[in-house]
């Protein structure tokens, strides 16, 4: 008994079913089939369709493709054609090739002049500095620097205040005396700030520097030097300034 009758397909060979109950001897389908789904009323309409279809691609490459006959199979499209019906420019080719340009290529920001002048003022001056070899020996300069320093034998004098504790020899102030000459800074520990103790810390950070050399002229104390302390020093032919 005969289940299912199908026909072969002559383009590809192989065999084609029907899924629904038909009659064995209806006809075989076409072996090609074209269908018109869209109705072209004019050349000029057909052109910028088959146009479309191709993603709207530059006219001159439309042109190129049809000479090289890569689209014969499209019917109506010709070189002819193309070249009277479709535009030199469409709107959508256009939008398709456009480029954006790339932001800040040409600024106008003031900074930016700012240091481009910077630039070219530091290259000028750094080619000016290096002069030719030619020029070399028109740019020789020699120079010769003395300095003469005030400071030289400068001494700072400045006391602490009373330390909380007394030492075992009895000191509870320090005596600090820096010398600009010698760069040292000597310390003497003293009972009190007393006139007595004062001037005998003096005397002997005056004499320690001047065995060696560094014999003040100059010194620097607070303001609140007693009468004392001012008549050792000019006795000492050392003068003095005081600070607030």
């Known amino acids: 008994k005969i289940l299912w009758i199908g026909q072969r ?8 079913l029907p899924l629904g109950p038909t009659n064995s001897q209806s006809p075989a389908p ?3 089939l074209a269908a018109n789904a869209y109705t072209i009323t004019s050349k000029q309409h057909l052109i910028q369709y ?6 709207c691609p530059p006219k001159s490459t439309l042109l190129k493709a049809i000479e090289n006959n890569q689209l014969t199979t499209w019917p109506g499209l010709t070189a002819t054609a193309v070249k009277k019906y479709l535009p030199d420019k469409c709107p959508a080719t256009d939008k398709g090739h456009m480029k954006r340009q790339p932001k800040g290529v040409r600024s106008t920001q003031q900074k930016l002049k700012e240091k481009i002048n910077e630039m070219k003022e530091k290259r000028e001056y750094e080619e000016d500095m290096r002069p030719k070899r030619v020029e ?3 740019n020789h300069l020699f120079f010769k620097l003395g ?7 400068t001494m700072y004098v400045d006391p ?19 010398d600009w000459t010698s760069n040292s800074i000597l310390a003497t520990p003293i009972k009190d700030t007393t006139d007595d103790s004062m001037v005998e810390a003096f005397e002997k950070n005056i004499e320690y520097l001047a065995e060696r ?10 303001n609140v030097a007693s009468k004392a302390i001012k008549a050792y020093l000019t006795k000492k ?3 003095f300034q005081l600070v607030e």
């Open 50 to 55: 088959l146009h479309q279809c191709l993603f």
């Open 147 to 153: 300095c003469w320093n005030k400071k030289e034998g």
């Open 213 to 222: 050399g560094f014999k003040p002229v100059y010194n620097i104390i607070d």
């Open 237 to 239: 032919k050392i003068a």
């Open 136 to 138: 070399e020996k028109m």
């Open 9 to 16: 397909e002559p383009s590809t060979g192989l065999w084609v």
């Open 160 to 178: 602490t205040g009373k330390f909380p504790l007394r030492s075992l020899d009895g000191s509870q102030v320090v005596f600090i005396v820096y």
């Open 30 to 32: 076409p072996a090609e």
